[in-house]
Nanobody, 120 residues
Framework: QVQLVESGGGLVQAGGSLRLSCAASGSIFRINAMGWFRQTPGKQRELVAIIRSGDTTNYADSVKGRFTISRDNAKNTVILQMNSLKPEDTAVYYC??????????????WGQGTQVTVSS
């Protein structure tokens, strides 16, 4: 089993910042990619940012220049630093981890989600 624990969500005013954290634990042999998705009512869950082996990153066009994703391999943790937040960023943010486990050839684990609300 691989468990993800998310933290850092909350309520902020437009222009403010939040830092989301996601820590993975369990029988993890190797993590290939860690990312953040978000979802609002009536919309499909969309990729916000992802970081892969070698620290290659990709961002949604809507967050480029404002969000930064990073990882701490020793702690199996991924961070999403969100700056210059806009009301359009309001959503439930989900952490996703892909990799291989000692007892699982391949896994995709999701966090429970953390609410981010940006007020005008």
């Amino acid at each position: 089993q691989v468990q993800l624990v998310e933290s850092g969500g909350g309520l902020v005013q437009a222009g403010g910042s939040l830092r989301l954290s996601c820590a993975a634990s369990g029988s993890i042999f190797r993590i290939n990619a860690m990312g953040w998705f978000r979802q609002t009512p009536g919309k499909q869950r969309e990729l916000v940012a992802i970081i892969r082996s070698g620290d290659t990153t990709n961002y949604a066009d809507s967050v480029k220049g404002r969000f930064t994703i990073s990882r701490d391999n020793a702690k199996n943790t991924v961070i999403l630093q969100m700056n210059s937040l806009k009301p359009e960023d309001t959503a439930v943010y989900y952490c996703k981890v892909e990799g291989s486990g000692y007892d699982t050839a391949d896994f995709r684990s999701w966090g429970q989600g953390t609410q981010v609300t940006v007020s005008s």
